[in-house]
């Protein structure tokens, strides 16, 4: 099956830092998704990626499609305690939704006060 | 987006009894998944319930071990069937809305085999 990367594993930062993480992959996707992930919970969606070279931010979150389509990074600036949990990255192969997602093996964000 | 429930929220079982999870849509998807997460993992799809018809599965995942149902288009449900403690995981149903190209997950089920 497809193989999503995704680095690093995990990341012990500062409060106020900035946070970056991405994500590569042996095959070309339509759709790169990014999720968060709390205790307890399911995967919350945090920004969507339809074209290859797009660039989207939300609030202090930006994401980057790859122009190859295969990678894509997550940034977060200025990090804040609420920011902890596990981020996973996410590809799809057709528009539309009609796929199943891939995922990566996701980023555990720490923040030490 | 779409308001997703499951039920049960979690469970503990016995090794070789079945459960069946429903997951609930607030408003009618074109598209419903069924993925697992084994503890500490990533999240894998199981299959793609398809409305009215038999579901599809991907690779290592078969009808016999997680039948899925998938009567209109708002409501799926997921059985694990004849349970071992390997099966123990978090179950997640996702949702697809027409027009849209992105997908919603519900809080999941957290499944413990005994």
């Known amino acids: 099956g497809q193989q999503l990367n995704q680095s690093p594993q995990s990341m012990f930062i500062q409060e106020g830092e900035d946070v970056s993480m991405n994500c590569t992959s042996s095959?070309?996707?339509?759709?790169w998704l990014w999720y968060k992930q709390e205790p307890g919970e399911g995967p919350v969606l945090l920004i969507a990626?339809?074209?290859?070279?797009e660039l989207t931010s939300n609030g202090r979150l930006t994401a980057q499609f790859g122009i190859t389509r295969k990678d894509s990074f997550l940034n977060i600036s200025a990090s804040i305690p609420s920011d902890v949990g596990i981020y996973f990255c996410?590809?799809?192969?057709?528009?539309?939704?009609?796929?199943?997602?891939?995922f990566g093996k996701g980023t555990h964000l720490i923040i030490q006060p | 987006s779409a308001v997703i429930s499951q039920k049960p929220s979690r469970d503990i079982c016995q090794r070789g009894t079945s459960l069946t999870i429903q997951c609930q849509v607030d408003?009618?998807?074109?598209?419903m998944f069924w993925y697992r997460q084994q503890p500490g993992q990533s999240l894998t799809l199981i299959a793609t319930?398809?409305?009215?018809?038999?579901?599809?599965?991907e690779s290592g995942f078969v009808i016999d071990k997680f039948p899925i149902s998938r009567p209109n288009l708002t409501f799926s449900t997921l059985t694990v069937s004849n349970m071992s403690p390997e099966d123990s995981s978090i179950y997640l149903c996702?949702?697809?809305?027409?027009?849209?190209?992105?997908?919603?997950f519900g809080p999941g089920t957290r499944l413990l085999v005994l």
């Open positions: 996702s949702v697809v809305k027409g027009g849209q190209e992105t997908q919603y």
């Open positions: 990626l339809y074209k290859a070279g």
């Open positions: 095959s070309i996707f339509n759709t």
């Open positions: 319930a398809n409305q009215g018809s038999e579901a599809t599965y």
């Open positions: 996410a590809g799809a192969f057709s528009g539309g939704g009609a796929d199943g997602l891939t």
């Open positions: 408003s009618q998807v074109t598209m």
